[in-house]
């Protein structure tokens, strides 16, 4: 992840350090949002997105520990960076078994921290790259970004729904295979009704439509077993 684009949940009781931290974070192009309460943290949580939380143990409302607790019941991926002045082993145990990332002593540097931050979005984001990268798929001329909903040809974009996007996607993994009416609908409906399957039928009508500036591309239907997406090269 870009660090430019990295929003950062900063919670410190301690104004005078929390201000230092969230100018130097800002300094190295972080975007830093300053707590200075737990429940205050909570409620800028809801409010908007965030890519990483710096949390103190040690804050009056709520202790970070809470506002760890309360963040992973709604993202359980999301990096955490407990700060504090406890040193007891227990307290580590505790934060790790919440769902921390890491653990920083006060006393710290701020060099440290930054390091400490950079490692956990490495290695956090490499797993969330590639999950994006298995995600785009190459159709002929058009490149479909699941995950975006996109379908890019030379000429525009495309923005599908989310069926409509599933259904591609189903579609490109089984590029040149037959895809099994019932499995479509299963995976995708939930349900393989005839209601569900008059539907599909409209969506692959719509997919084929978008896919016709490339008369290399066909998609077919089976008679009574399904559809084939055909990339021909």
């Known amino acids: 992840m870009d660090k430019m684009q990295t929003r950062l949940l900063l919670a410190e009781d301690d104004r005078n350090l929390g201000n230092i931290l969230k100018n130097y974070l800002e300094a190295k192009g972080y975007s830093t949002t300053l707590c200075v309460n737990g429940q ?3 409620e800028a949580f809801s409010r908007k997105e965030f890519d990483f939380c710096i949390l103190d143990i040690m804050m009056p409302v709520k ?7 309360e963040i992973r019941a709604v993202n359980k991926k999301i990096p955490i960076l407990f700060l504090t002045a406890k040193t007891h082993q227990e307290d580590k145990l505790k934060g790790f078994e919440i769902g921390a990332d890491d653990y920083i002593t006060k006393p710290f540097s701020m060099e440290e921290l930054i390091l400490r931050l950079q490692a956990i979005l490495r290695r956090t984001d490499e797993p969330a790259k590639a999950a994006a990268n298995e995600n785009i798929y190459t159709i002929g001329i058009y490149a479909f970004d699941y995950n975006r909903q996109t379908l890019i040809s030379r000429n525009k974009e495309q923005k599908l729904t989310s069926k409509e996007a599933g259904l ?3 579609l490109c993994t089984h590029a040149n295979e037959v895809l099994d009416r019932s499995t479509a609908l299963n995976e995708i409906w939930n349900d393989d009704s005839y209601f569900n399957a008059r539907s599909m039928d409209v969506y692959i009508v719509k997919l084929r439509k978008y896919l016709k500036e490339d008369p290399r591309v066909e ?3 089976v008679h009574g077993v399904g ?3 055909v990339m021909n090269t």
Do not use: H, P, Q, Y
């Open 227 to 229: 559809f084939k997406l």
């Open 219 to 221: 998609l077919l239907n």
């Open 63 to 69: 202790d970070g520990f809470t506002v760890a607790t």
């Open 40 to 42: 205050e943290a909570i």
């Open 168 to 170: 591609l996607r189903l």
